[in-house]
C-alpha cells in the first residue's frame, strides 16, 4: 500500500512565497515522475510542474519562472516551491507519482489536496 500526504498550503497574500510538499509511504521500491496539479472552483485539473526520476523538468506556462519543482530520492518526498503568487494560483494542488512498489507492480497514485489561497 502506498500513501502520498500533501502539506504546506495555506493562505497568502500576492507576491508572497509557499512550498508544498509531498511525502510518500509504504511499499516503495522506486519512485518514477512525480507531478504538481491544480484544480480551481469549476476548472478542470491542471498540470503545474513534473519532474522525472532524473530530475528533468517541465513546468506550465502559467508557472514558468515562479514555480520551482524538486524532490528528495532519500526522503521519498517531492517539493513545489511556489512563488511571486498571485490570485489565479488559488485552487487546490495534488501530488500525484508514478511509483514502482516492492511487488514490482507500477500504478500512479494522487494526494489528497492541499489548499492554496492567494489574496489580492
Known amino acids: 500500500q502506498v500513501q502520498l500526504v500533501e502539506s504546506g498550503g495555506g493562505l497568502v497574500q500576492a507576491g508572497g512565497s509557499l512550498r508544498l510538499s509531498c511525502a510518500a509511504s509504504?511499499?516503495?521500491?522506486?519512485?518514477?515522475?512525480m507531478g504538481w496539479y491544480r484544480q480551481a472552483p469549476g476548472k478542470q485539473r491542471e498540470l503545474v510542474a513534473a519532474?522525472?526520476?532524473?530530475?528533468?523538468?517541465d513546468y506550465a506556462d502559467s508557472v514558468k519562472g515562479r514555480f520551482i519543482i524538486s524532490r528528495d530520492n532519500a526522503k521519498n518526498t517531492g517539493y513545489l516551491q511556489m512563488n511571486s503568487l498571485k490570485p489565479e494560483d488559488t485552487a487546490v494542488y495534488y501530488c500525484?507519482?508514478?511509483?514502482?512498489?516492492?511487488?514490482?507492480?507500477?500504478?500512479?497514485?494522487w494526494g489528497q489536496g492541499t489548499q492554496v489561497t492567494v489574496s489580492s
Open positions: 500525484n507519482a508514478r511509483i514502482t512498489t516492492t511487488r514490482s507492480l507500477v500504478s500512479y497514485y
Open positions: 509504504g511499499n516503495i521500491f522506486r519512485i518514477n515522475d
Open positions: 519532474i522525472t526520476s532524473g530530475g528533468g523538468t
